[in-house]
């Protein structure tokens, strides 16, 4: 008997402390339907969401030299390019000598593992903090180069992400 | 013809009244178990559809009537579709003779507790019907548990209403009310009330006596193959239900809309009445919050072996009491010393586990400190040595 | 009731449903399909019961639901991708999977590991079993009709799997571990937060222990429900919890230390009854212990070093060989036997889940109890289906 009422007094006082801090948050937006404001889940900095491929600013190419290396060790086997000379090369602009020409993952079989981004020589691809990419067509998430590029340079710009070659070492 | 037009015409303008004024109740009571509820748990609730959430009821209500209302090929059609109906029915009829205040009611009966009970008992053909016409074995089951358990707890809630009639030397609900205007029952008849409130649970089904449609047993039990209109029907009925269970615990032993000490009139009253009985409701979310579920076999044990002889004891008490004309308090230590046997009864058939539990407990604690001793040896030792 | 139950000898269960007799001899009434659909099947786990009423009289277990094919994936993998696989067999524990796993890769190479990356491990792998044993709780909790229990306990393993993130960048599927170490090290903010977390899971932790451990209707729910002698659990082949509430006190990391487990006091609690009570009490007070193992790891891992072995990140190819390595996961001992052919891709993999050598004593367990307490002792057993499918 005593403990069923400890317990009831247990809620209670669980009652008294959620009303001060509660410890669900309102997603994807506080407010209601008249005032709206969104509010995405925070992601702990090394979260790994979808794979994107990064944009050297310096030059103006892609880092991503199409060296099939991640896509060999990728365990899903979900991606896949296709690649070519390096124009910039040509021009003397650039040190790669050949550069990616097509490139497509298929968002809808990557398990998010992260193999991809520890076996890139190149720097070339990270783990976006996007995760909220569903669509309602079937294959809607195969993504081919600029969006992969898009979604790595809002990665790059919201992180400061540096080359992890060039990181202190 | 017994009635005029007139009084027909009436009759159905307070039913329609009635009807509204329910489905409104049902929708306060969904939002607030919801926001309760969550706040027990340390959850938000509701937020989203309107502010705090208040327009997510009208939200569910609209969703749940444009669903597809799925009828299962192999059901029998005709139960299956009446089911519903039946409960509806008698959950909203006992609401023709619950005042909510003196001059508010449909229809005010010299035998409205005898009305209510009756009425309130028909819900359960509809449950079982509802398991059986689903064709479905969880509904079955669900049906069939429906049945052992509203009928055995329907007799202790019968026998506390006898008990609470008896202490009013009536039956009409206004006069019962009226009758507490000096001191509420629940002060003469405490035994009464516990019996009453938790009977009155396991009649609704509500936490720890959700048994008939435990969500995580038999997924739902006689509802789990009906959708749409059809479910919502149900659960209109269910939270009706409750209301009234609250609300008759009010009437029946918190003096309905009675202010001691003063004389309510109009709305005032009516606004008193539902103060009380959203607090009982708030009571069962809170119970709901905090216990696990019961089963089948011990929710019967229970009934029968005590809320059953508990209810026989408050009426022959509170006979004994009238008969002999003793003073009120003689009849609240009566109820107290009832009260207290049943706490030594469940403690007793809890005595066994409870010692067994402790037993554990206490020996992986035990273990826990040698070793947390041994520790603290071995630090030491190192320090010195 | 229960000695009735150990004293049915159970005849040998043929395919389908249809070879299945009722052993008692009375009239069946109702064959109930519980599963692969239901809320508390623990996932698509299904059971037909022969129910007399409310009393079954007979069960069949069907599984296979969830069949992945892990085991023959592994073989078409690479050593290294093969731990992403590994997260998803038991995964309510994956830290705990990943470990075993590099650890019988490690074993069949020889390759040392440093010493911070092991205690890391350590420490993951015990927050990743309280995280698992608050799941417990929790789906006790509902199972029993508590809903408030699931809700505190969720709390807790929200905290841990936040951890989990900030150090892996996944909240589930880690593909943290690496063979010879790990993937990087911790972040700098790691052990503040973690000192931060250690009392904030006690607290959690303790108020749905006060919550439900001692509630009258919960004991009656599960006191004295299906249990199971000592002879019986190791005749099945129970381990884990299920095999210490009734008393054995067999833990793996007690029994073999692994890793560093020889390094830590920690108690392995054992039940007195091995009922459904014994079976969830004993994981809620094995997450004390694990804080306590924490708390000592903290203590004495090296604050700086490498976590990864010199090996690097290199494609393995372990010589040729077998090995078998176990490990005490939530559930259970897990166990790995790993062929290599000195390729780069295991040859053979064959996992011993600990989900799927309890969930055999389910017949003994469920037969002569309620419909109700059905859910109840599957429950106590805490199945994963990804591990027992595979
Ligand atoms: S992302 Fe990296 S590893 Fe993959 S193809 Fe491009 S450069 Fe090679
Ligand atoms: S994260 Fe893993 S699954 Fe996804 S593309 Fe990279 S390697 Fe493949």
Not at chain 1, 80 to 92: H, I, R, V
Not at chain 3, 104 to 131: D, F, K, Q, T
Not at chain 3, 139 to 151: F, I, N, R, Y
Not at chain 3, 205 to 215: H, I
Request: glycine letters at 8%.
């Amino acid at each position: 008997m005593l403990n069923s009422i400890k317990g009831m007094f247990i809620t209670l006082l669980s009652s008294a402390k959620g009303l001060r801090e509660p410890v669900t948050r309102q997603y994807p937006a506080t407010g209601n339907l008249l005032q709206r404001e969104e509010a995405p889940t925070p992601v702990q900095p090394r979260f790994m969401g979808f794979p994107a491929l990064t944009w050297d600013e310096g030059v103006g190419e892609p880092y991503c030299t199409s060296c099939m290396v991640c896509i060999r060790h990728c365990p899903t086997q979900c991606m896949s390019s296709t690649m070519k000379d390096n124009p910039l090369q040509a021009e003397g602009k650039s040190s790669r000598r050949k550069i990616v020409d097509s490139f497509e993952i298929n968002l809808n079989r990557c398990i998010l593992c992260g193999i991809c981004v520890e076996w890139c020589n190149f720097d070339a691809i990270v783990m976006s903090h996007e995760h909220e990419m569903s669509t309602y067509v079937r294959n809607g998430d195969r993504v081919d180069l600029p969006v992969l590029l898009e979604l790595g340079y809002k990665h790059q710009k919201e992180t400061d992400w540096v080359p992890p070659t060039k990181r202190g070492k | 013809m017994l009635i005029s037009w007139a009084d027909l015409g009436w009759i159905l303008l307070s039913l329609f009244i009635m009807f509204n004024a329910l489905s409104v109740v049902v929708l306060s009571l969904t939002w607030l178990e919801r926001k309760a509820l969550g706040r027990l748990q340390r959850r938000l609730g509701p937020t989203r559809s309107g502010p705090m959430g208040l327009l997510q009821p009208v939200a569910d209500g609209i969703k749940l009537i444009i669903k597809e209302d799925i009828i299962p090929s192999s059901s029998e059609k005709a139960i299956f579709w009446g089911a519903p109906l039946i409960v509806m029915l008698s959950a909203f009829m006992i609401w023709v003779t619950i005042p909510g205040a003196q001059d508010a009611v449909i229809k005010n009966l010299d035998l409205g507790l005898f009305y209510i009970i009756a009425f309130s008992v028909i819900g359960i053909l509809g449950l079982v019907l509802a398991g059986w016409g689903s064709a479905n074995k969880y509904g079955t089951l669900g049906g069939l548990r429906a049945a052992a358990q509203l009928v055995s707890y329907e007799i202790p809630i019968i026998m506390v209403a006898v008990s609470v009639a008896m202490l009013a030397q009536s039956l009409d609900m206004r006069e019962i009310v009226a009758q507490q205007s000096s001191y509420p029952f629940v002060l003469v008849q405490p035994l009464g009330l516990v019996v009453f409130f938790i009977a009155g649970l396991a009649e609704v089904g509500r936490t720890p006596f959700d048994i008939y449609f435990a969500e995580s047993e038999i997924v739902g039990g006689p509802f789990v193959e009906y959708s749409g209109a059809h479910w919502s029907l149900f659960f209109l009925a269910e939270y009706i239900n409750t209301f009234a269970i609250a609300a008759l615990t009010v009437l029946l032993f918190f003096g309905g809309w009675q202010f001691p000490g003063v004389e309510l009139a109009g709305y005032l009253a009516v606004i008193w009445f539902l103060f009380k009985v959203y607090l009982v409701i708030l009571v069962i979310v809170w119970i709901r919050g905090t216990f696990p579920r019961l089963r089948i076999d011990q929710l019967m044990a229970f009934a029968w072996k005590v809320a059953v002889p508990l209810s026989f004891l408050t009426v022959v008490m509170t006979a004994i009491y009238q008969f002999y004309g003793w003073p009120a308090w003689s009849l609240t230590l009566m109820s107290l010393a009832g009260l207290v046997w049943v706490g030594y009864a469940i403690y007793r058939r809890m005595a066994g586990p409870a010692s067994r539990v402790a037993q554990t407990k206490k020996r992986i604690q035990a273990r826990q400190e040698e070793l947390m001793a041994a520790r603290r040896n071995r630090a030491e030792r190192t320090r010195r040595g | 009731m229960a000695d009735a139950a150990r004293n049915v000898t159970a005849p040998p269960l043929d395919s389908g449903a249809a070879q299945a007799r009722p052993v008692s001899g009375e009239p069946v009434e109702m064959l109930l399909n519980m599963g692969p659909q239901h809320p508390s099947t623990h996932g698509v786990f299904r059971m037909v019961l022969w129910v007399d009423g409310e009393k079954i009289v007979d069960i069949v277990p069907h599984i296979g639901y969830l069949h992945r094919g892990s085991e023959k994936l592994c073989e078409g993998e690479q050593y290294h991708q093969v731990i992403t696989l590994f997260d998803r067999l038991d995964y309510i524990a994956n830290f705990n999977n990943e470990h075993v796993y590099v650890r019988a890769v490690e074993r069949l190479m020889g390759l040392e590991v440093p010493e911070r990356a092991e205690y890391l491990r350590v420490i993951l792998c015990e927050l990743n079993r309280i995280a698992s044993h608050l799941l417990f709780i929790a789906t006790m909790g509902l199972d029993a009709g508590a809903m408030t229990p699931s809700m505190f306990c969720f709390r807790g393993r929200e905290r841990i799997q936040a951890l989990f993130e900030a150090v892996s960048g996944a909240r589930m599927m880690h593909n943290y571990f690496r063979i010879g170490g790990l993937k990087e090290d911790v972040p700098e903010d790691f052990m503040p937060r973690l000192r931060e977390l250690m009392p904030q899971i006690r607290e959690d932790l303790e108020e749905s222990d006060k919550l439900l451990s001692f509630n009258e209707i919960f004991l009656a729910r599960l006191k004295d429900i299906s249990p199971v002698t000592a002879e019986d659990a190791i005749d099945y082949g129970l381990t884990g919890p299920c095999l210490r509430a009734s008393g054995v006190e067999y833990d793996v990391r007690k029994a073999a230390p692994y890793s560093l487990y020889d390094r830590f006091d920690f108690n392995v609690p054992t039940g007195l009854d091995g009922d459904c009570w014994d079976r969830y009490y004993l994981r809620v007070q094995e997450c004390y212990e694990s804080l306590s193992i924490i708390e000592q790891a903290m203590e004495q891992m090296p604050a700086e070093g490498n976590v990864l072995s010199s090996l690097g990140r290199r494609l393995v190819r372990p010589p040729a060989g077998e090995v078998y390595v176990r490990a005490e996961n939530p559930r259970g001992e897990i166990g790995v036997y790993l062929v290599s052919d000195g390729s780069d891709r295991p040859y053979r993999l064959k996992v011993r889940p600990p989900s799927f050598c309890n969930l055999s004593a389910i017949r003994l367990m469920l037969i002569n109890t309620w419909v109700a307490d059905s859910v109840v002792i599957l429950g106590s057993l805490d199945i994963v289906m990804g591990e027992v499918d595979r």
